[in-house]
C-alpha cells in the first residue's frame, strides 16, 4: 500500500463483500433500492459508477446511455439533471429473462451520488468511475468532500487517464489497478519487470479473463507480499466464493450481498469451530 494514502477504507475486518451496484441481482442496479437492499443485508462495502448530466450532476450509472436499463436511447452528460429524472432505472429490469419487469412504473430514477453517500451511516464505498470526457473528476471530488467521505471511498476505473488525474489531485485516496497497471502486475508476477512497485492500492479483477485464470493462490501471495489487496469481481456462485475465499482473495464483488455475507459468515462459525484458519 502507497504511503501516502490516508485512509479508513481497509480498517474493517476481511473479507470485504462488495455490494456489486448495491444487490444488483435482486433490485434494480444503482439505484437507491439497490443499495437499501444490501445495507439491509449487512453489507458494509457498496460498488457504484458514476458519470455527469450536462448540468453538473454526479449521478449513478454504470452506462453513459440509458437504452439498457431505462430503455431510451440517450446519453446522460447530454441531458440535465431534470431531464434524467424523467427515465425509469426500474424499466428493464428482470430476473427471469423478460417475462415480468417487476419495478416498471415504481418511480425508481437514477439518483445523484450525493444523495447516495449521504443516505447511509458506516458504509465503505467503490467509485467507479466510468465517464472519461468531460472529466468527471473535479466534480466527483466536491461531492465525496461535500459529504465528508474522503476516508471512506477507494475510486477505481479502467482507464490510465482518469486514475491518474484521480492520484494527482487527491492522492490521498486509494485506487485501483487500471488495465495496463494490471498487466504490470502480472508481469511483474512472472518475473519480468525487476524492481516492480505497484502505484494501486487494490488488484481488483475477474477471477479469469478470455480464458486465463488471473485469481489464484499464488496471485494473491504475490500481491500480499507487495502490501496490496485483491478483490474478485463479479462472483454470485456460493462454490465459486468459497474457491476465492480459500485462495486468500481479501474481497468479492457481488450482485448477491446476502448470500455472500451468510456464506462468509458461515465459514466464520466453521473456522472458529476448530477449522484450519488461513493466516496471511
Same mark, same amino acid.
Given at each position: ?47 457504484? *459508477?458514476?458519470?455527469?448530466?450536462? *448540468? ?12 439498457? $436499463? ?23 429490469? $428482470? ?186
Amino acid at each position: 500500500m502507497r504511503r501516502d494514502i490516508d485512509t479508513d477504507f481497509f480498517a474493517p475486518p476481511r473479507p470485504r463483500i462488495f455490494g456489486h451496484r448495491g444487490a444488483a441481482g435482486e433490485f434494480p442496479e444503482n439505484t437507491t433500492a439497490s443499495f437499501e437492499r444490501a445495507v439491509r443485508a449487512g453489507a458494509i462495502y457498496l460498488e457504484l *459508477d458514476v458519470h455527469m448530466t450536462r *448540468d453538473g450532476e454526479v449521478v449513478v450509472s454504470h452506462d453513459g446511455n440509458l437504452a439498457r $436499463t431505462c430503455g431510451r436511447d440517450e446519453c446522460i452528460r447530454d441531458m440535465t439533471w431534470a431531464e434524467l429524472q424523467t427515465a425509469d432505472a426500474g424499466y428493464l429490469f $428482470t430476473t427471469d429473462g423478460g417475462e415480468t419487469f417487476p419495478f416498471r412504473g415504481r418511480a425508481i430514477r437514477v439518483p445523484r451520488l450525493i444523495d447516495v453517500l449521504g443516505s447511509f451511516l458506516g458504509v465503505n464505498y467503490v467509485i467507479e468511475i466510468k465517464q472519461t470526457e468531460p472529466s468527471v473528476v473535479p466534480a466527483l471530488m466536491g461531492v465525496i468532500d461535500a459529504t465528508a467521505m474522503r476516508r471512506r471511498v477507494l475510486i477505481a476505473s479502467e482507464n490510465d487517464r482518469v486514475v491518474e488525474e484521480v492520484r494527482n489531485l487527491v492522492p490521498q485516496i486509494p485506487t485501483n489497478f487500471p488495465y495496463s497497471e494490471v498487466a504490470e502486475f502480472l508481469q511483474a508476477m512472472a518475473g519480468n519487470r525487476p524492481g516492480y512497485r505497484p502505484r494501486g492500492d487494490a488488484l481488483q479483477i475477474p477471477p479469469e479473463y478470455e480464458g486465463w485464470k488471473l485469481v489464484s493462490p499464488e496471485t494473491v501471495d504475490f500481491a500480499h507480499r507487495l502490501g496490496i489487496e485483491v478483490h474478485a469481481w463479479t462472483v454470485n456462485d456460493e462454490s465459486e466464493m468459497n474457491q476465492l475465499l480459500d485462495c486468500g482473495v481479501d474481497g468479492l464483488f457481488t450482485d448477491f450481498p446476502a448470500r455472500a455475507l451468510a456464506l462468509t459468515r458461515a465459514r466464520r462459525v466453521k473456522e472458529q469451530g476448530g477449522g484450519t484458519r488461513r493466516t496471511r
